[in-house]
C-alpha cells in the first residue's frame, strides 16, 4: 500500500490549515469521518498487487546503439479492476540519459480476469548483458485517493553486442578480395597461393611464370596464374588488460579492436579462410574455435558483447602459450594490443620469437589522433609544450613499431576509424603477397 494509516490521512489532507492536525487522533477522526470513509473505502476497492501474474516476451539482443523492445504482460487473477501505474526497472545504462523516466513509466487498466501487455523500448549505450529489475505497481483505488504499491521480480535479459559500424567497408574489400581470388590472379607463387589456370603470354609477364611444357604443346607462349590459397587458418588474438581499457575520443580501445576482429572475420571467412578468437590478459576471457564459415561472425559477436577490459597487466608469456595452442599449424596470428614502449618491451619482444618462427603474425593499435593534434600545435607556450610532447609520443611509437617490424611483423596502427580498414587491407596486402 502506497498511502496507508496516518500518513495516508495527512497526504490526502494537506491542503488543511496545520492548526486542525493537531486534536487528539479520535477528534481528527471524528471531524473527518467521511473524507477517512473515503479513503478507506477507495483504498479497499484497489486492486491487490500481490496477486498480480507477470510474463516477458521481446527481443533477447540488440546491437549497441540500436533499440529493443521488451513486452510485459499484466495478468489481473482479482475480481477488481486494476487501475495503476508501474515501473519496469531496468539498469541506468538500459536507455540514453534522461529518457529513463518516460521509458520505464506506464499507465495500465486491467479489468477482473483480464490481462494486458505493455512495451517498455530500451536503448541501451554500453555492450553487455542488461537484466532486468524489480516490476513495481502501484494500484490506485476508483478515487485515486489511496493505493496499494508491490514489488515484482520478473527475470528477463537482453544481451547489448557490438554495433560493428566497419560493416559499411565489406563491401569494397570483397571487391578486392574477388580481384585476388580468380578475375586477377596472382601471377607470382608465393608460400600461401595455389596454382588457377594458364593464360597466353603478354608483354610485361614475369618470365618465369611461362609454362615451357604447355608451350610446347601449342602454338603460343602460356604462363601460369596463381591464387591465394584458401583454407588457411587466422587467430584473433584480443589483449584486454589494462591498455585495452584506456578511451580513445569516446571509444574504448577493447571497442575498437572489437570492430576490427569483426571485419577481419566476416572477409576472412568469405575468403574461405578459417578464423578463432581468443580474448587473453592473465587468462582466457573469451573464444571462439572450430565454428563452421556461417557461424563463426554470429558466435564471435555473442561472445565479444560481454566482454570488458581487466585493470591487469597482460600476461605476455601466457598470451604467447595461449596462442600457440590455439594455432598448432602454421598460422596468421592477428594480435590486437597497445603500442606503448613498457609493455611491448617488458611484454611482447621476449616472446614474440615463439610466434614468428611459426606463425605470421599481425600487430594492430589504436592510435590516439589527439597526439597528432598536439604535435602540430603552435602559437603559445602551451601549444609548444604539447607539440614537443606529441612529438616525443610519436617517436616513441614508430620506433616500437620498427622494432616489432625487425622481427617480421606487419604493424597496424591506425586511428578508431580507421583501425578496421587498416588490418582488413593488411590481410589483404598479405594473401596477394602469398604470405598466408
Not at 470513509?37 to 477507495?42: K, M, N, P, Q, S
Not at 574477388?178 to 597466353?200: A, H, K, N, P
Not at 587467430?235 to 569516446?250: E, H, Q
Request: glycine share 6%.
Amino acid at each position: 500500500m502506497a498511502l496507508t494509516g496516518r500518513t495516508a490521512l495527512l497526504a490526502a489532507l494537506g491542503s488543511i490549515p496545520v492548526g486542525v492536525l493537531e486534536p487528539s487522533w479520535a477528534g481528527f477522526l471524528a471531524v473527518n469521518a467521511p473524507l477517512v470513509v473515503a479513503i478507506l473505502c477507495d483504498y479497499a476497492l484497489a486492486a491487490p498487487v500481490r496477486t498480480l501474474q507477470f510474463t516477458r516476451t521481446g527481443d533477447t539482443s540488440v546491437r549497441l546503439g540500436e533499440s529493443a523492445e521488451v513486452q510485459l504482460t499484466v495478468t489481473n487473477p482479482s475480481p477488481r479492476r486494476l487501475r495503476a501505474q508501474l515501473r519496469d526497472a531496468w539498469p541506468p545504462s538500459s536507455w540514453i540519459p534522461g529518457t529513463e523516466q518516460a521509458a520505464s513509466r506506464h499507465a495500465v487498466t486491467v479489468p477482473a480476469g483480464e490481462r494486458r501487455r505493455i512495451a517498455t523500448m530500451l536503448r541501451p549505450t554500453r555492450r553487455g548483458d542488461r537484466h532486468a529489475e524489480l516490476v513495481t505497481v502501484r494500484s490506485y483505488g476508483p478515487l485515486g485517493l489511496a493505493a496499494r504499491q508491490g514489488n515484482h521480480r520478473v527475470p528477463w535479459t537482453v544481451r547489448v553486442l557490438p554495433p560493428f559500424t566497419s560493416r559499411k567497408h565489406l563491401p569494397s574489400r570483397l571487391a578486392r578480395l574477388r580481384e585476388l581470388d580468380g578475375r586477377t590472379s596472382v601471377l607470382t607463387r608465393g608460400q600461401g597461393t595455389e596454382f588457377d589456370s594458364l593464360r597466353e603470354y603478354v608483354p610485361g609477364d614475369d618470365t618465369r611464370s611461362i609454362d615451357w611444357r604447355a608451350t610446347a604443346r601449342q602454338t603460343t607462349v602460356a604462363v601460369r596464374t596463381w591464387r591465394p590459397e584458401r583454407d588457411r587458418h587466422i587467430l584473433i588474438v584480443l589483449d584486454t588488460g589494462r591498455t585495452s581499457a584506456g578511451r580513445v575520443g569516446d571509444v574504448p580501445r577493447l571497442d575498437a579492436a572489437m570492430d576490427s576482429a569483426l571485419l577481419l572475420t566476416a572477409l576472412a571467412t568469405r575468403a574461405g579462410d578459417r578464423v578463432d578468437l581468443l580474448a587473453y590478459d592473465r587468462r582466457i576471457r573469451a573464444q571462439v574455435q572450430g565454428r563452421a564459415a556461417g557461424d563463426v561472425l554470429p558466435a564471435m559477436v555473442n561472445a565479444l558483447a560481454p566482454l570488458e577490459p581487466e585493470l591487469v597487466e597482460t600476461d605476455a608469456r601466457g598470451l604467447s602459450a595461449a596462442a600457440l595452442k590455439h594455432a598448432p599449424r602454421r598460422s596468421l596470428i592477428v594480435l590486437l594490443t597497445s603500442l606503448d614502449a613498457a609493455p611491448i618491451e617488458e611484454g611482447l619482444l621476449p616472446v614474440l620469437s615463439q610466434l614468428t618462427q611459426r606463425h605470421t603474425v599481425l600487430v594492430a593499435s589504436v592510435a590516439d589522433p589527439h597526439v597528432e593534434q598536439m604535435a602540430d600545435s603552435r602559437g603559445t607556450l602551451d601549444a609548444v609544450y604539447e607539440a614537443a610532447a606529441g612529438t616525443q609520443a610519436r617517436i616513441q611509437r614508430r620506433r616500437t613499431a620498427e622494432q616489432l617490424q625487425r622481427h617480421g611483423v606487419t604493424v597496424v596502427d591506425a586511428t578508431p576509424e580507421n583501425l578496421a580498414p587498416a588490418v582488413a587491407d593488411a590481410y589483404l596486402a598479405l594473401k596477394a603477397a602469398g604470405r598466408l
